[in-house]
């Protein structure tokens, strides 16, 4: 670690990076290689002695490059964005380079005090309840993803449950959500050990454009409760990932509290809306709820990973997570002064996130990520209508944030041979290496979903995009 | 994301962090910070307005680095050294400039590829069986941490044992390890809902200089079984936490396999070692193992976090840990053509990380790395003499690799005044911002821990260190 060297290489870096998003447009957004293609090209073992930069970086051109899913081009509208920006790559460079790692407070002070008030900033800009703030039982932490977030409060929630009925009662606990609901609840379920049988799986359809009726949610609670079994956990959504349904947060959780479970809200994409006045509403109800997340690193310019995870009782998370070895004892921990983020978390050792979040806040500002959300949205209504004024196409939901969902209208009635035929152009628009977009299922129907929501995506991209698209279609309905 | 103002800005941070480490020598190791400190210099609210990257590195520099504990520093001797170097700091802006999130293989090929490759190649590095590589049924991913390494296997193994026996037997599976275990093993089994009752600490003592006795293993096993439970899961350590305890990895391997259980081996810090041929023998008997674990991040010049984990049987990870919504499926995914290390882990979203390993291995070369951990050794013998010649300390374990364990002896075989003496030590020569070393426990007597493995580590770092613990233990000899 010569600083000297760093200064030499990491300017490099720093315009190798630079062209890469100056040409960012010349490359196939999605990867066209074949399985396997790496293992030709690299050698079977690790070099004996030092290679040049020069080497490596033309590596990276000629090899890597090629099989680089190009995440942050303007024509990526698959899944949900993954914000990258200046201000957190900045972030990211400040945390590699001074190389901390933050488990306890005492292992860098800043990291763990930087990450409290940040997310009180951000708990304050998105008007989330005072419980939810660090200054009483509550508090935010950086997660990596939202998977880890909802595992750790179900943990939380499971061990509190636990702790007052006992451990074998594990078989009796009850895991409620939509069908609509991210794969992660399901997988953070069978990490914890719920039984797959009691994971109720509700379903949600067109009638309430995906949304989780709370008739549907109280009449499983009660048929469970009748059978001896113990309503635990509900994870309601605002935006999911196949539509951005929004749950009806207040009605669930009343149910919820009178059922006393924990009550997660899973707003990874669409809670960065919400710090605009007017989406806000899309999470009322969020006082009732035990746990709220969102991914920073969705639609909030801030690099990967950084999921934002609050909760009103720390206490819950600490007393699932908490491991307290000799060796990390130190004054401030067992004083209780401090939060050790390690006991909120599945991981012990951790990076300094905040640092890139926080840099996002100042170097924007709260109004500008508005704008940018908002001008991601009015892309996303340019898009809808498109769609909407082809006869050969449909909108399938109201839009409501910047993800349109859409597919080719059957011919014939024929649902069967409509998926197959939106799959196929699906295919044939991806591997034009024009743009990217990805599908999912809705009550039996592949939608295709259009995303809109990388930093640089402008108002031409969109329309060339429904261009390819529309192209595409033609030659399959002419075929 | 505008690609000039990337450069510009991010040229100006290169300087800072090049400046950063230039003068990381002049900073107190340890904040010297009260908790909370950080509250009183920020802003309770985000600002609405963007502010300039002058203001923002001004705040760096005044508010924030003074609660940084500086672990790149040469004086940093504390817990495990926590690596970073240039060519990590290259391999973390590359993953960071292009933003890409790594779950399935088509979401970038590279990314799955490229890890698959360099895993492989650390795999012959440290001269692992055949059955730990990628083209069979096993493989190497990597995790966040050591912590998650355990936990991913714990759960693999324990829905591999309860899919025969039944889910309802979960409270009957027990987790054998030494009490000399990392604290991450106790959190997998509470997570993943093992009894604690069921946890078998296993003691360990200077008669095996902390190692865990097979005899001891083996007694407990067959008691367990005598009484109806299920030996699951063995967790064996080659180099631990507090000592660098090395198990015997063969004779504890055989009493797992003849019982069936999981046997992981975690040698998070000592596994960087066993690339030098001289040091292999510590992993021994690893073919017997069927996970293996060490942090690149720990003591391999890769920055935080890379922790690599081999399994031999792939299938029981992404039995446990797979999710497929629709919107995920791919045609290189359902045709099983490709590795989805989705599946290998708690979270869906995954960084590019193995680009800084990569970069590690080709712009240092496998023998300069050898080079870097004997010197790391040599210096902890330079360390262990000077502690050994002083009347006023000992030695407390043999040192093996580069932590030496030491204290200052009791006067007049007092125990108790021992531990807080050495106590007293910790906080005298902590506080004076020279140094940071760490502690822990041994058979109850407390033991202060000099892990020497920073990049910057000199011999005169090693040196004047000692020259200051010496001056702060005759001061309180004196007092």
């Known amino acids: 670690m010569d600083s000297e060297q760093l200064r030499e290489y990491g300017h490099r870096m720093v315009d190798f990076i630079a062209d890469y998003y100056k040409t960012i447009e010349s490359f196939p957004v999605l990867s066209q290689v074949q399985p396997g293609y790496l293992h030709n090209l690299l050698p079977d073992t690790a070099p004996d002695h030092p290679e040049t930069v020069e080497q490596v970086l033309d590596d990276v051109k000629t090899k890597i490059l090629p099989g680089v899913t190009h995440w942050q081009s303007p024509n990526f509208f698959a899944y949900y964005p993954s914000n990258s920006s200046v201000a957190g790559f900045l972030g990211e460079m400040l945390s590699a380079g001074l190389g901390i790692v933050g488990f306890s407070w005492v292992t860098s002070p800043a990291a763990t005090e930087l990450e409290m008030i940040v997310l009180d900033w951000l708990?304050?800009?998105?008007?989330?309840?005072?419980?939810?703030?660090?200054?009483?039982?509550?508090?935010?932490?950086?997660?990596?993803?939202?998977?880890?977030?909802?595992?750790?409060?179900?943990?939380?929630?499971?061990?509190?449950?636990?702790?007052?009925?006992?451990?074998?009662?594990?078989?009796?606990?009850?895991?409620?959500?939509?069908?609509?609901?991210?794969?992660?609840?399901?997988?953070?379920?069978?990490?914890?050990?719920?039984?797959?049988?009691?994971?109720?799986?509700?379903?949600?359809?067109?009638?309430?454009?995906?949304?989780?009726?709370?008739?549907?949610?109280?009449?499983?609670?009660?048929?469970?409760?009748?059978?001896?079994?113990?309503?635990?956990?509900?994870?309601?959504?605002?935006?999911?990932?196949?539509?951005t349904a929004v749950d009806p947060l207040a009605a669930l959780g009343k149910i919820a509290k009178r059922n006393e479970m924990w009550?997660?809200?899973?707003?990874?994409?669409?809670?960065?809306?919400?710090?605009?006045?007017?989406?806000?509403?899309?999470?009322?109800?969020?006082?009732?709820?035990?746990?709220?997340?969102?991914?920073?690193?969705?639609?909030?310019?801030?690099?990967?990973?950084?999921?934002?995870?609050?909760?009103?009782?720390?206490?819950?998370?600490?007393?699932?997570?908490?491991?307290?070895?000799?060796?990390?004892?130190?004054?401030?921990?067992?004083?209780?002064?401090?939060?050790?983020?390690?006991?909120?978390?599945?991981?012990?050792?951790?990076?300094?996130?905040?640092?890139?979040?926080?840099?996002?806040?100042?170097?924007?500002?709260?109004?500008?990520?508005?704008?940018?959300?908002?001008?991601?949205?009015?892309?996303?209504?340019?898009?809808?209508?498109?769609?909407?004024?082809?006869?050969?196409?449909?909108?399938?939901?109201?839009?409501?944030?910047?993800?349109?969902?859409?597919?080719?209208?059957?011919?014939?009635n024929d649902e069967k041979k409509c998926n197959g035929r939106n799959l196929e152009l699906l295919e044939a628009v991806n591997s034009s290496g024009k743009l990217f977009i990805s599908h999912t299922a809705l009550s039996g129907r592949i939608v295709l979903r259009c995303a809109i929501g990388a930093p640089l995506t402008e108002e031409k991209h969109v329309k060339e995009t429904w261009k390819v698209i529309q192209e595409k279609a033609s030659y399959l309905l002419r075929k």
């Open 123 to 243: 708990a304050k800009l998105l008007n989330l309840p005072e419980q939810f703030l660090s200054k009483g039982n509550g508090g935010g932490v950086i997660q990596g993803s939202a998977s880890e977030a909802v595992l750790v409060v179900m943990i939380a929630a499971r061990d509190k449950v636990l702790r007052s009925i006992g451990k074998n009662a594990l078989g009796k606990l009850v895991v409620y959500s939509s069908d609509q609901t991210h794969s992660a609840l399901q997988k953070a379920c069978q990490i914890a050990g719920i039984h797959q049988e009691n994971c109720r799986v509700l379903e949600a359809d067109s009638s309430t454009n995906y949304a989780l009726r709370p008739e549907l949610l109280q009449e499983a609670v009660s048929r469970d409760l009748e059978a001896g079994l113990i309503p635990f956990f509900l994870c309601g959504n605002v935006g999911t990932t196949s539509s």
């Open 263 to 412: 009550f997660h809200v899973d707003a990874a994409y669409a809670g960065s809306a919400c710090i605009c006045p007017e989406y806000r509403q899309y999470i009322d109800g969020v006082e009732t709820a035990d746990s709220f997340n969102m991914n920073a690193h969705k639609w909030f310019l801030t690099n990967f990973d950084c999921s934002l995870l609050w909760v009103k009782d720390q206490y819950a998370l600490t007393e699932a997570l908490s491991a307290n070895p000799e060796f990390l004892k130190n004054k401030a921990s067992q004083a209780n002064l401090v939060f050790d983020y390690k006991d909120w978390q599945i991981p012990l050792g951790r990076r300094f996130r905040s640092l890139k979040i926080w840099m996002v806040l100042r170097l924007y500002g709260a109004e500008t990520l508005k704008n940018y959300i908002r001008n991601h949205i009015k892309l996303a209504k340019v898009f809808e209508q498109l769609v909407s004024q082809d006869p050969d196409f449909e909108v399938i939901t109201p839009r409501i944030f910047a993800l349109v969902c859409f597919r080719m209208v059957p011919v014939d």
